[in-house]
Nanobody, 114 residues
C-alpha cells in the first residue's frame, strides 16, 4: 500500500512562504486522489487542497495564497503556501484516497509567527 512522507514544515513569519512536499512510495500518486489537510491546535482537521484527475481544488480560506501541484515523475505532491498568516499554524497532513481506502502521512508542523 502507498506510504506518504511529508516534509517542508517549519517556522515562518507572517507574510512568508513555505513549500510542503509529500513523497509517495509503494504506489503511484496518479492512482489516487491526493490532498492536503491541516489541524490547528484544539480544532478539527480541515481540508486544504486536492488533486483529482488532473484538476486542482483549493479551499476558500487559502485560495489565492496556496497552490497544490504534483510531479508524477517524482511521485510527489506539493503545497506552496504564500502570504502565510498566524491562523495557518497547524499540522499539515497529506492524504492519498483510493478504492482501497485513505492513506495518511504522519504530518508536518507549520508555525506562523505574527
Amino acid at each position: 500500500q502507498v506510504h506518504l512522507t511529508e516534509s517542508g514544515g517549519g517556522l515562518a513569519q507572517a507574510g512568508g512562504s513555505l513549500r510542503l512536499s509529500c513523497a509517495a512510495s509503494g504506489g503511484s500518486i496518479a492512482s489516487y486522489r491526493m490532498g492536503w489537510y491541516r489541524q490547528a491546535p484544539g480544532k478539527e482537521r480541515e481540508w486544504v487542497a486536492g488533486i483529482s484527475q488532473g484538476n486542482t481544488y483549493i479551499s476558500d480560506f487559502v485560495k489565492g495564497r496556496f497552490t497544490m501541484s504534483g510531479d508524477n515523475a517524482k511521485n510527489t505532491v506539493y503545497l506552496q503556501m504564500n502570504d502565510l498568516k498566524p491562523e495557518d499554524t497547524g499540522v499539515y497532513y497529506c492524504i492519498a484516497a483510493g478504492p482501497g481506502g485513505d492513506h495518511w502521512g504522519q504530518g508536518t508542523q507549520v508555525t506562523v509567527s505574527p
